[in-house]
């Protein structure tokens, strides 16, 4: 198993420009997440899915948008990309049993992503 | 306000002493609290789990204990090598608006540990 794979490592924007971080897991997994993580700071959570065709805001989604159409593929979508969205992005992955309450999260390699 | 602190952003230590990071919480009624380790240009790795009923959780070198009326969690690395050297993340579960309390972890700031050897 591949585990959380993300792409791209690393990218720069200009500011106004639009980008689709990819994140795939291959592990059966229903739930999946978007962390950012900046320096100096935790991880925030920008979105997450409960299962395909289910998403919900986390603590930190203005500027992003999310789709699951498959269980394996949760892409964040940056539409105008500012400054501020500089920082380093992380998918997890889990799989949540609501009779069983772990809920371990796999972490994928992250993306830096530079707004200039 | 909520909150998760982690005690220090730094902890330098000699080899084969413990390890002793903290993770304090304020206005939070976690189900339970990981812990992930996070080495540089890395996620973060699932370490170890504990609930709110569980007092004391060990995997070989780690400890992990959980004190709900003092809101706190320490987690003790013993015999410590270089090799630990990394950034520690204590991540509480808050319940989501699905009624579980899965899908909702509240990450500390993390303490970046150091082994000297």
């Known amino acids: 198993n591949a585990g959380v794979t993300q792409t791209p490592k690393f990218r720069i924007l200009k500011i106004g420009q639009s980008m689709t971080l990819q994140c795939a897991q291959d592990?059966?997994?229903?739930?999946m997440y978007w962390y950012r993580q900046d320096p100096g700071m935790g991880l925030k959570l920008i979105y997450y899915?409960?299962?395909?065709?289910?998403?919900d805001k986390g603590e930190v989604p203005n500027g992003y948008n999310v789709s699951r159409s498959t269980t394996e593929d949760f892409p964040l979508r940056l539409e105008l990309a500012a400054p501020s969205q500089t920082s380093v992005y992380f998918c997890?992955?889990?799989?949540?049993?609501?009779?069983?309450?772990?809920?371990?999260?796999?972490f994928g390699p992250g993306t830096r992503l530079t707004v200039l | 306000s909520q909150k998760i602190e982690q005690n220090s952003e730094a902890l330098n230590i000699q080899e084969g002493k413990t390890a002793t990071l903290t993770c304090n919480y304020t206005n939070y009624s976690p189900a339970y609290l990981q812990w992930y380790r996070q080495d540089p240009g890395r996620g973060p790795v699932f370490l170890l789990l504990i609930r709110e009923n569980e007092k004391e959780k060990r995997k070989e070198r780690l400890k992990v204990t959980f004190d709900t009326t003092l809101k706190q969690s320490l987690f003790h690395i013993t015999a410590s090598q270089p090799a630990d050297s990394a950034t520690y993340l204590c991540?509480?579960?808050?319940?989501?608006?699905?009624?579980?309390?899965?899908?909702?972890?509240?990450f500390g700031k993390g303490t970046k540990l150091s082994v000297k050897p």
């Open positions: 899915s409960v299962g395909a065709g289910i998403t």
């Open positions: 997890a992955s889990s799989y949540v049993d609501l009779g069983i309450e772990t809920d371990t999260q796999y």
């Open positions: 991540a509480l579960v808050v319940q989501n608006r699905y009624g579980g309390s899965q899908g909702n972890l509240i």
């Open positions: 592990m059966n997994h229903n739930y």
